[in-house]
């Protein structure tokens, strides 16, 4: 309360008793009154306004869509083996449309492959020592034709990630003054486009099987000096072999030095790397997950709940999901050694691989999802799983064949134009056992997700998608594309992801990687001379990989078969110098 203080003006007050008086007394009390009442509408301005911005937080956290994906593994479990089964592998894997529609290139996720590593006999010399091949089906953040239909690369790991090459000319980054992995892997086939962004299935692929496997080929020598330095490279050239309804046999494979290439900086590294090791028999098949567009929501209550990308699979007519056929493994009777024999002047050799050296790796009806929901909102000690291993299991899950069997009301099936898929629940409701935890991602019907939190509303649809960007190769006249340069070109190919491709022939020892893989000329005239041998006998027409034990073999795109010009038949390959999408 304000006080009369005692001024100059004081004296001119009458005395107590007075008329004057009486009526400042009324004064000061119309003045304590409004002091009062000035007061109250104060604090009211104050506190209200606050209650009003907590609740317009609340709201507007109720109504906003935070972005997140969902990440993780598929764990399918195996029988091991013996480690003699050291040279290679091959499996079948389900191919088709992983999400209802394509989102843009946010989007990626593998389909079921492997990581094959090389088998060491001796501690590595430093602490991390990452080199693999871990290539397979799927869509990448760095596919610049992306399709609902998976592609295929060829995924091959130099030391921790310092290079990787996923086909003929296709690695890491699109500087061409620093390769990284471009010149990786050399083409075999001469009846087999291989395009820089992936190798494409035939549009609307889904739930027939694609076979690849990869078996090292004698096609070089061992070397003892390697880029000028006393360090070896081995000779095996680890071939990409596929098998599908209209292309079967070898189409490419790494070149020795893309392996040995670091133990010139590191000698320590010398023999440590898919070059001259075997490979590792007992691999981790999985299905690696890495970005499904997710949105998450809050309501009223703070009851948090997320929606995730209509993700599918393919059924049979039995209900269930057949998404791997026929692991095997091999030993180096299964082909190697045959070739061996004939390249230095045995029996030919027709290319199929020799049954009594590979072994079934067999299923053992067991599967694990490591899915989570991932977000810039969401700490790291506090991303939950889905609880999606409540209603998928490993049923009728046989020695040759993966499947996966669904039960959950929340799971629906449809009918496409190109088969049947059932689709995932879309909605999860994060349910908690207890103060301290995480909780878990629980499926729910939409129905019984709040209207206020807006997830009804959220479309996962492809939008805004930057133009794709056109691969090029160096146009110099002085680089290894040119000099010596093709012998046939050029031609171009139209393909199902609606990219062209421009492509040349090349004399198979004059190919750019092959000029790039540390070789002399007489060591390439040798090569050269084995791959003919090749190309006469390995036809695209037979049985080379063991086939399917059931489902029907999917077909790459046609357009990438292709017919070697006349006079170039054999000792010839088609090389992809440019892809872009024309006007």
């Not at 109720?62 to 598929?74: A, H, L, P, S």
């Amino acid at each position: 309360m304000m006080k009369m203080k005692n001024t100059k003006f004081s004296r001119f007050l009458p005395k107590q008793g007075g008329e004057w008086f009486r009526d400042l007394k009324k004064m000061r009390f119309f003045i304590h009154t409004t002091e009062l009442f000035f007061i109250a509408s104060l604090l009211f301005m104050l506190i209200v306004p606050l209650s009003c911005r907590q609740n317009k937080t609340d709201n507007s956290y109720e109504g906003i869509i935070r972005k997140g994906n969902v990440g993780g593994y598929t764990i399918v479990y195996r029988e091991d083996v013996d480690e003699s089964y050291n040279a290679g592998f091959s499996l079948y894997a389900t191919a088709w449309p992983l999400l209802r529609e394509y989102p843009g290139r946010d989007f990626q996720s593998g389909l079921f492959g492997t990581w094959m590593h090389a088998q060491l006999d001796k501690p590595a010399p430093i602490e991390r020592m990452y080199s693999d091949i871990e290539g397979g089906l799927g869509w990448w953040r760095s596919t610049e034709f992306p399709t609902e239909t998976p592609k295929f690369i060829m995924g091959g790991v130099e030391l921790n990630f310092v290079a990787w090459a996923n086909g003929p000319g296709a690695g890491k980054g699109r500087d061409w003054s620093k390769p990284k992995g471009k010149y990786g892997v050399a083409q075999l086939s001469p009846w087999l486009l291989f395009p820089p962004d992936g190798l494409n299935l035939k549009q609307g692929t889904c739930g027939e099987l694609f076979g690849y496997g990869y078996l090292p080929l004698p096609l070089t020598d061992p070397k003892s000096v390697t880029a000028g330095k006393n360090v070896p490279t081995g000779n095996q050239c680890w071939t990409l072999f596929i098998n599908t309804g209209n292309f079967k046999g070898p189409v490419a494979f790494f070149t020795p030095y893309f392996w040995s290439r670091p133990s010139v900086e590191d000698p320590r590294l010398s023999g440590m790397f898919l070059d001259c090791r075997p490979s590792k028999a007992n691999k981790a098949f999985q299905m690696e997950t890495q970005y499904i567009h997710s949105a998450e929501a809050t309501d009223a209550k703070g009851e948090r709940y997320v929606r995730i990308a209509p993700t599918q699979y393919p059924i049979g007519p039995d209900g269930k999901s057949e998404l791997m056929n026929r692991l095997m493994v091999y030993n180096k009777k299964a082909l190697w050694d045959g070739v061996k024999a004939w390249f230095e002047g045995g029996d030919p050799v027709d290319g199929t691989i020799d049954l009594s050296g590979a072994c079934l790796q067999k299923f053992i009806g067991k599967v694990r999802l490591t899915w989570r929901i991932y977000g810039d909102h969401i700490p790291k000690n506090k991303r939950a799983m889905l609880n999606i291993n409540s209603f998928i299991s490993a049923g009728s899950t046989d020695a040759t064949t993966f499947r996966l069997s669904w039960n959950s009301d929340l799971i629906t099936k449809r009918e496409t134009e190109n088969g049947t898929v059932v689709t995932l629940p879309e909605y999860y409701h994060l349910v908690k056992t207890g103060q301290d935890s995480i909780g878990e991602w629980v499926a729910v019907a939409p129905e019984d997700v709040p209207a206020e939190t807006g997830l009804h509303k959220v479309s996962f649809s492809r939008s805004g998608d930057r133009p794709p960007e056109t691969f090029v190769t160096p146009e110099d006249e002085k680089s290894c594309w040119k000099n010596p340069g093709p012998v046939a070109g050029p031609f171009k190919a139209k393909l199902g992801d609606g990219s062209t491709v421009t492509y040349y022939w090349y004399r198979f020892a004059d190919q750019p990687a092959l000029l790039n893989a540390d070789l002399t000329s007489e060591e390439r005239e040798k090569l050269q001379k084995r791959v003919e041998k090749i190309h006469r006998l390995w036809t695209k027409d037979r049985e080379y990989l063991p086939p399917p034990t059931t489902g029907k073999l999917a077909d790459v795109d046609p357009a990438l078969i292709v017919v070697p010009p006349a006079g170039l038949e054999v000792g010839y390959v088609p090389i992809v110098t440019r892809q872009e999408m024309e006007k």
